[in-house]
T-cell receptor, first 112, second 111 residues
Framework: GQQVMQIPQYQHVQEGEDFTTYCNSS?????IQWYKQRPGGHPVFLIQ?????EVKKQKRLTFQFGEAKKNSSLHITATQTTDVGTYFC????????????FGKGTMLLVSP | SAVISQKPSRDICQRGTSLTIQCQVD?????MFWYRQQPGQSLTLIAT?????????ESGFVIDKFPISRPNLTFSTLTVSNMSPEDSSIYLC????????FGPGTRLTVT
């Protein structure tokens, strides 16, 4: 079955440092989504990437989808304490409504 | 957008009993999903709740253990049957609208 791997599992940075999490799928994806889950909270949708090589930015967050549509990354520039949480990628194999396969997530801790 | 509420928010149950979790959405949605998230882990899809037909279960999950109802386009229930401590987890309802939304979750502890 489809597998989505995500690294690192955990990262602790000082406020102001950059952070990147990487996601790799065992199969070609139709699209990839990113979620953020704060401690004690539920996953919140951040973005969806659909096109090969797509890059999207949300303020300090940059999302990339690989040319082969099998990998993706989320980069945060100059982290802030509000960035603390677990970041999950989730891929779908087919277009349209399709079930999501989640990566294991990267837990980000930011020290002031 | 979609706003999802779940009941109960948490419960402590005894081994061998069953718990029904309710999920209510503030708008009509075609696709509703039930996920499980064990402590510190990722999300695993249990099933897709289909309106007017049986739910579609993922590998490793069966209807006898996790019966699901979907009586209309805004509501679904998930029952965790004959519970064991291994069922202790957070159960999340999710819908696909303009994007994917998750409910606040039901934290279940089985003793």
């Amino acid at each position: 079955g489809q597998q989505v791997m995500q690294i690192p599992q955990y990262q602790h940075v000082q406020e102001g440092e950059d952070f990147t999490t990487y996601c790799n799928s065992s199969t070609t994806l139709s699209n990839i989504q990113w979620y953020k889950q704060r401690p004690g909270g539920h996953p919140v949708f951040l973005i969806q990437l659909v096109k090969s090589g797509e890059v999207k930015k949300q303020k300090r967050l940059t999302f990339q989808f690989g040319e082969a549509k099998k990998n993706s990354s989320l980069h945060i520039t100059a982290t802030q304490t509000t960035d603390v949480g677990t970041y999950f990628c989730a891929g779908t194999k087919y277009s349209g409504y399709s079930t999501l396969t989640f990566g294991k997530g990267t837990m980000l801790l930011v020290s002031p | 957008s979609a706003v999802i509420s779940q009941k109960p928010s948490r419960d402590i149950c005894q081994r061998g009993t069953s718990l029904t979790i309710q999920c209510q959405v503030d708008s009509q949605v075609t696709m509703m999903f039930w996920y499980r998230q064990q402590p510190g882990q990722s999300l695993t899809l249990i099933a897709t709740a289909n309106q007017g037909s049986e739910a579609t279960y993922e590998s490793g999950f069966v209807i006898d253990k996790f019966p699901i109802s979907r009586p209309n386009l805004t509501f679904s229930t998930l029952t965790v049957s004959n519970m064991s401590p291994e069922d202790s987890s957070i159960y999340l309802c999710s819908v696909a609208a303009d994007e994917q939304y998750f409910g606040p979750g039901t934290r279940l502890t089985v003793t």
